[in-house]
């Protein structure tokens, strides 16, 4: 009986450092994207094997590792800013949903685009990022940039 207890007890405690982890990645980001770009430490948020999918882009969009991951990141500099805003979370033992939206300036065009953003993470133990899913029209930038 006491060790159902202490499983059981040990669940809320994986959730609040999940949420705590959820905090400390969205602040991290938003503080390492566009006006001040440093992908390495966005890619640094991500364990060093892990893999992010953009899931409705068509063929799924793919990196895996910190490498891709620092690659995919640098491509940002497009923005003059770029900002998440949550909406809502979502953290169930080391999972996290988080939903709001995300918003910058491009510097071609000066236009601002904001759109709905959903990412599914999953997080290692040490608060890194194992697996992320996300779910994000950049179909919309075009159509509120006027370039496709």
């Not at 800013?81 to 300036?105: F, I, P």
């Amino acid at each position: 009986m006491f060790a159902v207890f202490c499983f059981a007890s040990a669940l809320p405690a994986r959730a609040q450092n999940t949420d705590a982890f959820l905090t400390s990645w969205v602040k991290t980001v938003n503080a390492n994207f566009p006006p001040k770009l440093d992908p390495a430490a966005v890619a640094n948020l991500f364990t060093e094997n892990a893999a992010q999918y953009h899931m409705n882009q068509g063929p799924v969009l793919t990196q895996v590792g910190r490498e891709q991951l620092k690659q995919f990141f640098a491509d940002f500099k497009r923005w003059s800013d770029w900002t998440l805003t949550e909406k809502s979370r979502l953290v169930q033992g080391n999972h996290a949903v988080w939903e709001g939206t995300v918003q910058g300036h491009d510097k071609e065009t000066g236009k601002m685009v904001k759109l709905p953003i959903v990412f599914f993470l999953e997080f290692d133990d040490q608060g890194k990022v194992r697996e992320n899913r996300v779910y994000v029209d950049f179909q919309l930038i075009g159509e509120q940039t006027g370039k496709k």
